[in-house]
């Protein structure tokens, strides 16, 4: 019997990376194949893609721009052993590696957000591996690109590496996995790209970096050989650890770029938003420790009769694998629940507070009992590097979890609502038979003849069309929601639109997504998160009028309860944190003023974030 192209196509692409950066990725056990959902790849011109990323390998460090051949990975020749051996002087295997882990994180937030990510208007996002020579890779929202630099390493301090040898940023797992990240939240957060206050720049960095460290921490053969290195023991392990370890290095600090572990500092002590960021980070992997450390303790009783203490030399293989499952199940549980935390995070103005009680919510919807004590660890964490929730008075669970708004408050609201619901499944199944947009209209990257290593980073402009998640592409019901959403906030009133963070103008940005959870009995559920911001003005101690996005985001249930509502601050009470965003942004690392920096104090600046800073 015939059968169909569909019944032969793959379900899956496995394609090999560097499970960590190249110069501790000599040996095969140092590298990985991941596992990503088989799409069509075409190639153009001298880029590949597919329907969310596209690899477009140009070089603008010279004079004039230099096009690589694309690699195809539809190749029989390459898919049968897996995509191109990991090589670092091989062109097409640096465009293989940035594919792979950008789709490897999109797929990440895709199942623990339950959707397909897409970005804005669903264009691609696009992938330099070779953009610049610099010692850099970075995000830029203009262009909707990550570029990625290459440099030499230092001659006097190279590290691991050889004294001036070519570094490559995408060839480490961590850098692209970061700025990727870096995309994705844009695309969830927009108005993340405004930093109302000091957490919000500390937040995107901390955020990438926990993406970057928990992802590859679910690479079953790396663990398993790392933790046989270190006795089963997660902190004597650099590798899993370090972050971007041959990037740092080859600038001649003689040290990874960054760390998950960082057991001192306390977010009373630090203000440089990198810094902050790590403080975040090492709550969370604290938090993953402990839980870590408590599901495999009776593994190590058993394996050492009772007593704890192993015994000189290599561990029981059988004990590895078994401490390496519980390794890569833990990890991904983290993963996961940072994610799904932002279906209950504000549009905008966002805190390590609000970050953590959306982390407890999301978790405590999937997993109320909680017996792994994984949720109760991240708290711990954070409460001993002072990450508070203020508002929720207590670091208890019940105290973190949000608040849902009084029934009777919005009960007059619920059968709108449920039509939203009812709309937004729509949607889900009219996207799932649409196609993705093709980019053939749009101008090419590097058409302007701007150069990637000159281009100067700007923030992101504000949705002002209420577009939002909805942006441009609409399907049909996505038209009749976002109008009657509109239709809806145009009949509230003063207090209930003061409820909203909004006042009597125009919205600004309306955002809307289905969301899907599972109740403690197992019963799937359906409903809609919605973002509503405006921008409001705000005028600072310096007498310059600045404007500031506030508003809200209701998670509505199936039934048209309004289950959460996670507002911005009222903008009468942010005023000193935006002096002191302001103040920290025009400062260098030693606190003295910059003047002439040419630049919006307020904007998330992706530009800086891999760049050398004085300590």
């Given amino acids: 019997m015939r059968r169909s192209p569909e019944q032969t196509r793959p379900e899956y692409r496995h394609l090999r990376i560097f499970a960590i950066d190249p110069m501790v990725a000599r040996g095969g056990e140092h590298r990985a194949t991941v596992q990503l959902r088989f799409e069509e790849l075409e190639r153009r011109d001298a880029s590949f893609f597919g329907r969310r990323i596209e690899v477009a390998d140009v070089d603008t460090s010279g004079q004039e721009a230099v096009w690589l051949e694309p690699v195809d990975l539809d190749s029989a020749h390459i898919a049968m052993q897996h995509g191109l051996e990991p090589s670092e002087s091989d062109p097409q295997f640096h465009q293989q590696m940035v594919y792979a882990v950008a789709m490897r994180t999109l797929e990440q937030f895709d199942r623990a957000l339950g959707r397909m990510i897409y970005f804005k208007s669903r264009r691609r996002l696009r992938l330099v591996p070779h953009a610049f020579r610099g010692a850099n890779a970075f995000y830029h929202p203009k262009l909707r690109a990550v570029l990625f630099g290459y440099f030499r390493a230092s001659d006097e301090s190279p590290g691991e590496n050889l004294p001036g040898q070519t570094i490559f940023t995408c060839l480490s797992h961590d850098i692209v996995a970061h700025e990727v990240t870096h995309a994705i939240v844009d695309r969830l957060r927009p108005h993340f790209n405004i930093a109302t206050n000091p957490h919000v720049r500390a937040f995107h960095e901390a955020f990438a970096d926990i993406v970057a460290v928990f992802q590859r921490l679910t690479f079953r053969d790396l663990v398993q050989q790392a933790l046989q290195e270190a006795r089963g023991k997660l902190a004597n392990s650099a590798r899993l650890t370090e972050i971007a370890a041959q990037f740092g290095q080859g600038l001649g600090s003689g040290a990874a770029l960054r760390t998950a572990l960082c057991s001192t500092k306390r977010i009373q002590d630090v203000e440089e938003e990198h810094d902050l960021g790590e403080v975040l980070l090492a709550a969370i992997f604290d938090g993953f420790q402990t839980t870590f450390d408590r599901r495999s303790a009776d593994l190590i009783r058993i394996a050492t009769g009772g007593s704890g203490i192993l015994p000189e030399g290599a561990l029981h293989p059988d004990l590895v694998a078994r401490l390496t499952a519980e390794c890569v199940r833990t990890a991904q549980g983290v993963l996961t629940m940072c994610i799904r935390a932002f279906d ?272």
């Fill in 344 to 615: 209950y995070l504000p549009p905008a103005d966002v805190d390590f507070g609000a970050f953590l009680r959306a982390l407890v919510t999301a978790d405590w919807e999937l997993n109320p009992l909680d017996e792994s004590g994984l949720r109760a660890a991240i708290i711990e964490g954070c409460r001993r590097r002072g990450i508070f929730a203020m508002d929720a008075g207590s670091l208890a669970v019940s105290a973190l979890l949000l608040d849902s708004p009084p029934r009777e408050a919005w009960s007059d609201h619920e059968p709108e609502f449920q039509k939203w619901v009812d709309l937004a499944v729509q949607i889900g199944a009219q996207q799932q038979r649409s196609d993705t947009r093709e980019d053939d209209d749009e101008a090419d990257l590097f058409a302007s003849g701007e150069r990637a290593s000159d281009s100067k980073q700007q923030a992101p402009e504000v949705v002002s069309s209420g577009s939002g998640d909805s942006a441009d592409r609409d399907v049909p019901a996505q038209k009749q929601l976002r109008a009657a959403i509109l239709a809806w906030f145009a009949g509230l009133d003063a207090e209930k639109r003061a409820e909203l963070r909004l006042s009597a103008g125009d919205l600004g940005t309306v955002g809307f997504h289905g969301s899907h959870r599972v109740t403690a009995d197992g019963t799937l559920r359906f409903g809609l998160v919605v973002q509503l911001v405006q921008m409001t003005p705000v005028t600072l101690a310096s007498g310059e009028a600045m404007s500031f996005p506030t508003g809200a985001t209701l998670v509505i249930g199936v039934n048209g309860k309004l289950r959460f509502l996670i507002r911005t601050k009222a903008p009468n009470t942010r005023k000193a944190d935006l002096e002191r965003a302001a103040a920290l942004a025009t400062t260098n690392a030693l606190g003295w003023r910059l003047h002439g920096a040419g630049r919006d104090p307020f904007a998330v600046d992706y530009r800086g974030m891999h760049e050398g800073r004085p300590r």
